[in-house]
């Protein structure tokens, strides 16, 4: 059974940090896409970056392109995003999501997707 459990959110102020954690069953992390998306109050919902565990190679959008980081690990099968110099704008709820495959490289769509976690609250304050 494929279960997704985020972890991680909170209230954080403008320019603070937050990691976000992702507890995946139901995967085997060999050959995986593991993504993040976030959805905000009356918007859809936007891809944020995604891991293929094959070779760790990433996808992240330009709209947090160096400031959040995506990582596996792939013993606990665990999925993290380290999110640094928060906007208000990145306020949403987070989830993760996995499929079988790779990322792609130019975006990720939740369409992709078949199973969801609850999401965790991110809300930044200014």
């Known amino acids: 059974e494929e279960q997704f459990v985020e972890s991680g959110g909170g209230l954080v102020q403008v320019g603070g940090s937050l990691r976000l954690s992702c507890a995946v069953t139901?995967?085997?992390?060999?050959?995986?896409?593991i993504g993040w998306f976030r959805q905000a109050p009356g918007k859809e919902r936007e891809g944020v970056s995604c891991?293929?565990?094959?070779?760790?190679?990433?996808y992240v959008a330009d709209s947090v392109k160096g400031r959040f980081t995506i990582s596996s690990d792939k013993a606990k099968k665990m999925v993290y995003l380290q999110m640094n110099s928060l906007k208000p704008e990145d306020t949403a709820v987070y989830h993760c999501?996995?499929?079988?495959?790779?990322?792609?490289?130019?975006?990720?769509?939740?369409?992709?997707?078949?199973?969801w976690g609850q999401g965790t609250q991110v809300t930044v304050s200014s």
């Open positions: 139901g995967f085997t992390f060999d050959d995986d896409a």
């Open positions: 891991i293929t565990t094959r070779d760790g190679s990433t």
């Open positions: 999501t996995a499929d079988i495959g790779i990322c792609s490289s130019g975006s990720i769509s939740p369409l992709t997707f078949s199973s």
